[in-house]
Nanobody, 120 residues
């Protein structure tokens, strides 16, 4: 199982970016998918999560600015980030709770990080 994240980059304050993360490999059931971020010197924190039925949850700091969505057929999760602020600068990691086969229990997998830098 592999999670491949993409879409990071440098953007000016007030700008937008969209991150995507595709899951591949042996996947029987894909449960919750989400995005975390880690800024220098800080702990990794949950940014947003989305369940298989579309229910979502957001960190207070990004509510109203970020939108998480998923394409179950493509096994991909997206994070649309608008009105970006310098404090959103961090390495963003995607995460998925999934069952590789019917005989496996659910396990969390992590993608590689993608850098988001908000600066003028």
């Amino acid at each position: 199982v592999q999670l491949q994240a993409s879409g990071g980059g440098l953007v000016q304050p007030g700008g937008s970016l969209t991150l995507s993360c595709a899951a591949s490999g042996s996947i029987f059931r894909l449960n919750i998918m989400g995005w975390y971020r880690q800024a220098p010197g800080k702990q990794r924190e949950l940014v947003a999560g989305i369940a298989s039925d579309g229910r979502t949850a957001y960190a207070d700091s990004v509510k109203g600015r970020f939108t998480i969505s998923r394409d179950n057929a493509e096994k991909t999760v997206y994070l649309q980030m608008n009105s970006l602020k310098p404090e959103d600068t961090a390495v963003y990691y995607c995460n998925a709770d999934l069952q590789p086969t019917p005989w496996d229990s659910s396990t969390y997998y992590w993608g590689q990080g993608t850098q988001v830098t908000v600066s003028s």
